[in-house]
């Protein structure tokens, strides 16, 4: 998701040009200190008895170091000669390397305007893609998430079971019963968030946990009686996904089903906050694993339940981390919970 766009403005300023005339009787000059004598030059009210002394007055470029002429260019406090000066301090833009003067910080990468109006964005990644492919229920994917990405039900498997550790290592908790896996398209991922989950919108959900419970019932004695309850649990992630996005998404969606096994007095919480807790598993792996990039999508995320959820709980959970947050789930007075997360 693009961020607020972070611009440097290109400004041309008119410095005080040096004015020559006839020099009067004992005039020195403030450079050198000689007598003048014949023509000399003023600049910004100082006498000075050549060219080269009016440059040593004069500002210095901060690229290259000369004196700058009377038109030069000003950007953060600096002075440059030319614009030329000037655009090697730019940043280049990830994508086309030019210098960047007017564009976008987007997580750890910088893109120029046009790059990122022009260049479809990877599902993935998140990031305007130099090169992408079209898979085939719509989806733009870079090459490097495509390099990546997990496409098949074995390999998608392997990274759940490897998040699944990751997760119950974390909490030194087990999750007795843990929900198959199914690898969907955006298709198929856009229907069941609109009947399973409502709050958020459905194009950017890349996984979802879902628990049904059916019940048995049998007529008893004139009334009926349950016999028998079947909970089927299952966690839905998108395909193609980079790898490491995957296994993100599959930590975040586990969790939800371990705050349901061992801290069910939480099922009636607010949405914000099973949200907030599992963004914070999510963020956890991935300060471990050096995620920089998806951490920093967790952390600037400005959805209400999620982003807002999970600075709540990232913020009181501290250095301690999950024995902080375990010990506010067992013992926080949900009665206190607002219905939305706090800003």
């Known amino acids: 998701m693009l961020n607020h766009s972070s611009r440097r403005i290109f400004a041309a300023s008119l410095c005080c040009g040096a004015v020559c005339t006839t ?12 007598r003048i004598s014949g023509r000399y030059w003023v600049y910004n009210h100082l006498d000075c008895c050549s060219p080269a002394c009016v440059d040593a007055l004069r500002p210095r470029c901060s690229a ?51 790059c990122v109006k022009n260049k479809p964005v990877c599902f993935s990644c998140g990031l305007p893609a130099a090169y992408s492919t ?85 007529r008893l004695f004139g009334r009926w009686v349950t016999e028998q309850e079947d909970t089927e649990e299952m966690i839905y992630i998108v395909d193609h996904l980079h790898d490491e996005v995957f296994r993100v998404a599959a930590v975040h969606e586990l969790m939800h089903d371990l705050i349901h096994e061992h801290f069910p007095r939480l099922e009636n919480a607010p949405l914000w906050v099973h949200e907030g807790i599992c963004q914070q598993a999510a963020a956890e ?51 206190s919970l607002p219905k939305h997360a706090p800003r």
């Not at 020099?23 to 000689?34: H, M």
């Not at 600037?300 to 982003?307: F, I, L, W």
């Open 64 to 114: 290259c170091g000369k004196a700058v002429s009377p038109n030069y260019v000003k950007a953060d406090g600096k002075t440059y000669c030319n614009s030329t000066c000037f655009e090697t301090t730019l940043p280049p833009c990830k994508i086309c390397k030019a210098p960047i003067r007017s564009g976008y910080h987007i997580g750890r990468h910088r893109y120029c305007e046009a």
């Open 134 to 218: 079209r898979i085939e229920d719509g989806r733009e994917i870079c090459t490097g998430c495509m390099r990546w990405a997990v496409k098949t039900e074995d390999a998608a498997q392997q990274h759940y079971d490897r998040a699944l550790r990751y997760l119950q290592a974390w909490t030194s908790l087990t999750i007795a019963s843990v929900p198959k896996l199914k690898l969907i398209d955006r298709k198929e991922m856009k229907k069941l968030s609109k009947k399973i989950r409502t709050s958020d919108s459905s194009v950017s959900i890349r996984g979802l946990y879902s628990r049904q419970t059916q019940l048995y019932k049998r």
């Open 285 to 335: 792996y991935c300060r471990r694993r050096n995620y920089a990039d998806i951490l920093k999508g967790i952390e600037e995320c400005t959805d209400r339940e999620y982003g807002e959820g999970y600075r709540y709980i990232n913020k009181l959970t501290g250095f301690e981390g999950w024995r902080a947050l375990r010990r506010w789930m067992d013992n926080v007075d949900l009665s």
């Open 23 to 34: 020099a009067q009787r004992g005039k020195q000059c403030a450079v050198c200190g000689s």
